[in-house]
């Protein structure tokens, strides 16, 4: 069956480091991949979309990686920011279908 | 702001009762997709329609039902409610056209069972 797994449950960072979060998944030949950012009690927030004829794709302080011969992807926020300690989920698409997403990572951006 | 609304942000209702959770797609959107996430726990995908037809089912209980009507917002049915229901339903939209397939999702609603 298909599997999603993100690095780590929590990931602390000090501010100003670059956070680097993992997703793998398994039995998936995804076209795309999308990374989304989750605050508490609210509904995730689309952050980038990879396709996967993409090897990289970066917005402002954000960059995502998609191997998909390792079937994974990388993202990345550097300059990190308390701002951005929020739950951060991949979720790999095939072509729209069964969405499903992985199960998160918590970051926290330390002061 | 994503432009997608629910309804009601939180309900109360006891065991065996059904309810009704409402969501408005962003305009022009034609897909619509329903999401439980309970407490600690990750976002399960439930259904989606797009133009009004089902397209995709995931883990849906046999007592969830939805649809999605001819002005596009849609509807999810819950019913005979048991406290494991108690959870967040996201509602999401996309498909406003060129390819893309991100989802914007609505503010949620908090169902609790009690």
């Known amino acids: 069956s298909q599997k999603i797994e993100q690095n780590s449950e929590a990931l602390n960072i000090q501010e100003g480091k670059t956070a680097t979060l993992t997703c793998n998944y398994t039995?998936?030949?995804?076209?795309?991949l999308q990374w989304y950012r989750q605050d508490p009690g609210r509904g995730p927030v689309f952050l980038l979309l990879?396709?996967?004829?993409?090897k990289e794709k970066r917005k402002e302080r954000l960059k995502v990686t998609f191997d998909t011969t390792l079937k994974q992807s990388l993202f990345h926020i550097t300059a990190s920011q308390p701002a951005d300690s929020a739950t951060y989920l991949c979720?790999?698409?095939?072509?729209?279908?069964?969405?499903?997403f992985g199960p998160g990572t918590r970051l926290s951006v330390l002061p | 702001d994503s432009g997608v609304t629910q309804t009601p942000k939180h309900l109360i209702t006891a065991t065996g009762q059904r309810v009704t959770l409402r969501c408005s797609p962003r305009?022009?959107?034609?897909?619509v997709y329903w999401y439980q996430q309970s407490l600690d726990q990750g976002l399960q995908f439930l259904i989606q329609?797009?133009?009004?037809?089902?397209?995709a089912k995931g883990n849906i209980l046999e007592r969830f039902s939805a649809q999605q009507f001819p002005d596009l917002h849609s509807e999810l049915n819950l019913s005979s409610l048991e406290l494991g229901d108690s959870a967040l339903y996201f509602c999401?939209?996309?498909?406003?056209?060129?390819?893309?397939?991100?989802?914007?999702f609505g503010p949620g609603t908090r169902l609790t069972v009690t």
């Open positions: 999401a939209s996309s498909g406003s056209g060129g390819g893309r397939v991100e989802q914007y």
């Open positions: 039995n998936y030949s995804p076209a795309y």
């Open positions: 990879i396709r996967e004829n993409e």
């Open positions: 979720a790999p698409d095939n072509y729209g279908q069964n969405f499903v």
């Open positions: 305009s022009g959107d034609l897909s």
């Open positions: 329609y797009y133009n009004g037809e089902e397209r």
